[in-house]
């Protein structure tokens, strides 16, 4: 009998317990029809287009790539993208590079004679045509599959239409470039041209016969892509620029076409400032609706801006103070309560907002506004909740404390909640937690011990293991795919401590402002009071054997814990960490640093390269040497400025592995790597450490 499989290799053979999920929910306009992607079973990489009736309860498969039906060839990942015209009759679907048309309501699939590799499909209003990305151009074919045809051809090398930029992916939430006007006869187009962004340079050493791969990469304090709006008549003819002063403004944060007209958002470089413009259908001219300002910076919430059916700004504002809130704004007015901390804007319908909010910073609920009702939660129990809304169903989503992975329903008024099934893998480890709030700033942690250990079986050394940085939350409500890596790293023999601190979203702004000028030492200062307080109270763990890892973000903060607090760390693991500020995109590390121009005292504050002769403490490094998100050399230029001051360290160096590891294999072993550097250093006791 093999041995049992390791939660590593589990966790990416499943893709993070993903596959055999159903998600990225479609809710046709009368509520009669949820799409959604879902694969066969848990380790199923297979994803097929379904339709769920809301009548019968029944699920039909619309697409299924492994169909030897379709003709397809080898299914790959199956569908990896799909959208549907307003009235959700047709779907446009991406499977294995072929642009796919399936009719929802006979379940009729054609594949269409695309130009090159097409991406990012999207059907017009009415379904007759689909408009696509191939080669730089925006493309159109019928939804018969005749007259495909370009409609915005580059212009020059590093010009592309439709696409998004990589600031605008990386750090914007904004991962789309063109919009269908609601009759389909316009489209309004984002051009991108790169010609004065950095070309850096991606290579794979253990391959030396394979070129380097060229990327454009907009460094702190370099050049950004220039991106401009246009209105293309989708058949044919001269396009019409929008008019935007890009040179105050340079970053397109968000846009769209509804039946008011085409808008669009944009953000000064300094991101200080947000304007949002109606823009006229017929000459490209603009009209501001709204204007935000922030001394620090003004926050992008997800969903923002929209309208309502009466022509209403959907926007949110940010009162300021500790006690400060995110609120969501209609027509310039305020429409939730002061303490309940808005996250995103999921859909306007009509007047309807359907909104996620969260008074307690570790959940989520969902909400939605009217005017008549005002702002009403749809979702009362603990956890992290979200959901799809289309006519008068709702899908709702549900991330849970008490089980991992999510529970979807699909929701009927008058009628009995339908399950949507779920064929994901359970985790093979179970987390054995204690939710702990800590410190005066209240701090939000987790604490996780090995399954195996008992009271007064010997003192557990601590593995500080946070992300805490303004990306994303590490403490919430809910059993998250990543909280059961640290419950590996608890039944190695660890007690491992997860901690959100200031700069982390969802408490309120103020609180995500306090890293504003620096991005480590807030940072810093809180997991060393969490780790402080938490030694306090649980004597059966080891003041004198404590370790840090992380990766992105919390690489660097890691580094950081051993350079600058070694007797409180005593050895760290730190992977793909941006150490130097000034090797980092644009719009993020000027968000929280300004430009380094105005203000090089922060990049050098923050630069861990500049701090590498105070290494004392035991420290292993390692990045993916295909990671174009955050370059090998902010690693190589550590690794080399640690060795001219003399300063022992270890580097682990991942061949053709991007900014993170996608080979189960590869991951297992790697964190295998990590525990076993850990107990090297700190000091092995007998424990029933666990695979």
């Known amino acids: 009998m093999p041995p049992p499989e390791s939660l590593p290799h589990q966790f990416l053979r499943t893709r993070r317990f993903a596959l055999g999920a159903p998600d990225r929910f479609t809710v046709t306009p009368d509520g009669a029809t949820v799409l959604f992607l879902r694969s066969a079973a848990g380790d ?53 590079g072929v642009l796919w048309a399936v009719e929802i309501a006979t379940g009729r699939v054609r594949r269409l004679p695309a130009a090159g590799r097409p991406s990012d499909p999207r059907p017009d209003p009415a379904g007759r045509r689909i408009a696509y990305l191939a080669d730089g151009a925006l493309r159109v074919i019928g939804a018969d599959g005749a007259g495909d045809r370009a409609l915005a051809v580059p212009d020059g090398p590093d010009v592309r239409f439709g696409a998004a930029e990589y600031a605008a992916t990386a750090s914007m939430g904004r991962d789309r470039g063109y919009w269908w006007a609601p009759d389909g006869s316009r489209l309004l187009v984002a051009r991108v041209d790169e010609s004065a962004v950095a070309r850096w340079y991606v290579a794979d050493p253990a391959h ?73 259908p017929a000459d490209g001219r603009t009209a501001l609706l709204a204007e935000r300002r922030d001394r620090c910076w003004v926050t992008l919430v997800p969903g923002t801006p929209a309208r309502t059916a009466s022509g209403a700004l959907v926007a949110h504002r940010d009162t300021e103070g500790p006690g400060g809130t995110r609120r969501l704004t209609v027509g310039g007015t305020a429409v939730t309560p002061e303490g309940l901390q808005v996250r995103e804007v999921l859909g306007v319908s009509g007047e309807e907002v359907l909104f996620t909010a969260g008074a307690d910073v570790t959940g989520q609920a969902l909400w939605s506004w009217r005017p008549r009702t005002g702002a009403r939660p749809l979702t009362t129990t603990a956890g992290v909740h979200t959901g799809v809304r289309g006519g008068p169903t709702l899908v709702r989503i549900a991330r849970e404390p008490h089980r991992p992975g999510a529970t979807v329903v699909v929701v009927r008024a008058g009628r009995p909640d339908l399950p949507v099934a779920s064929y994901a893998e359970r985790p093979v480890l179970a987390l054995r937690e204690r939710r702990l709030t800590v410190t005066g700033r209240a701090l939000r942690s987790r604490l996780l011990l090995p399954s195996w250990h008992r009271p007064g079986g010997g003192r557990l050394p601590v593995l500080v293991d946070p992300y805490a940085g303004p990306a994303l939350q590490r403490v919430t409500d809910d059993q998250a795919p990543m909280m059961f890596v640290s419950q590996w790293f608890a039944e190695q023999g660890f007690a491992v401590l997860v901690t959100d601190g200031r700069g982390t979203p969802g408490r309120s702004p103020h609180w995500e402002r306090a890293v504003h000028g620096d991005v480590l030492s807030a940072a810093l200062e809180d997991q060393a009071a969490a780790l402080a307080e938490v030694l306090g109270r649980f004597p059966e763990l080891d003041p004198g054997r404590v370790a840090v890892r992380g990766w992105s973000f919390s690489g660097m903060l890691a580094v950081a814990a051993v350079v600058r607090r070694p007797a409180l760390f005593h050895a760290a693991v730190a992977g793909a960490g941006p150490y130097d500020p000034r090797l980092y995109d ?104 666990a695979a």
């Open 44 to 96: 199923d990489p297979v994803r097929r287009l379904w339709a769920l009736d809301t009548a019968t309860g029944r699920e039909r498969p619309l697409f299924d790539p492994a169909d030897p039906a379709y003709g397809a060839g080898p299914p790959g990942d199956g569908v990896t993208a799909y959208a549907t015209d307003a009235a959700g009759t047709l779907a446009a679907c991406l499977c294995g």
């Open 208 to 280: 030396p016969e394979e070129p380097p791969r060229a990327v454009r990469y907009p460094a702190a304090g370099t050049a950004n892509a220039e991106v401009t709006l246009w209105l293309v008549p989708a058949d044919g003819g001269a396009r019409t620029a929008v008019v935007l002063d890009r040179a105050r403004f340079p970053y397109l944060t968000a846009a769209g076409w509804d039946a008011h007209g085409p808008f669009a958002a944009v953000q000064s470089r300094d991101q200080r400032t947000l304007r949002t413009y109606a823009v006229g």
């Open 586 to 689: 644009t719009h993020w590390r000027e968000r929280f640093l300004g430009h380094p121009d105005a203000h090089p005292e922060r990049y050098d504050a923050c630069s861990l390269v500049r701090e590498a002769p105070r290494l004392t403490r035991p420290l292993l490094l390692t990045h993916g040497l295909a990671d174009d998100n955050v370059h090998p050399a902010h690693t190589l230029r550590l690794s080399a400025a640690l060795l001219a001051a003399g300063r022992p360290h270890e580097v682990l160096p991942l061949p053709g592995t991007a900014h993170a590891p996608t080979d189960p294999a590869l991951f297992a072993n790697l964190l295998r790597h990590q525990a076993d550097f850990l107990w090297r250093h700190l000091g092995r006791e007998d424990s029933g450490a």
